[in-house]
């Protein structure tokens, strides 16, 4: 008995650090760490460059299933408030294999911009699980984080709000 509560109370443990997907956060006023990266046809695309427009910012994998999931609702935010002030920008943490991610999102008709992620950028954001998405407001700051990737109607409120 005792060693079944000592494995239930570390395995609740380990799923509060490690965060539930799906749970949102609601992150402090903090700056978003600023970052420039290549998009899939080489041009730099610079964080700082979007200042005065709602930023969604999402850390994705082809890989990743819940990431595979998540691509249409964001495409639909996108296609939404695109014309309003929201910037998609979506950060491939596939290592390797850019061709493989170019090919993937042609598939998949993503239309926002894909950047090519890297280990400095995660870790700026502190990134342990994809996807993770961050909305940013127009002031730069990150006002709203969805741990394990958010529902397409929680986002859609969010960006709704910040616009």
Known sequence: MLRKTVVLIAFAALAA???????EKTAPSSSAPDF???????????????????????????????CRSSIPGIE?????????????????MDEGGWDKVKAFSAEQGITYPVLQGNED???????RMIPAVFLVD??????KQFIGGGSEEDMEKEIKALL
Request: charged residues 20%; positive net charge; aromatic residues 8%.
């Open 138 to 143: 127009k002031q730069g700051n990150i006002a």
């Open 17 to 23: 650090l490690a965060g539930c997907p799906g749970a």
């Open 121 to 127: 950028v995660s870790t700026k954001y502190l990134v």
């Open 76 to 92: 639909r935010l996108h296609k939404t408030y695109g014309g309003k002030g929201l910037v998609v920008l979506a950060i491939s």
């Open 36 to 66: 420039t990266l290549p998009d899939l046809s080489g041009k730099k695309v610079r964080l700082a460059d979007q200042k005065g427009k709602v930023v969604l910012i999402e850390f994705w994998a082809t890989w990743c299933p819940p």
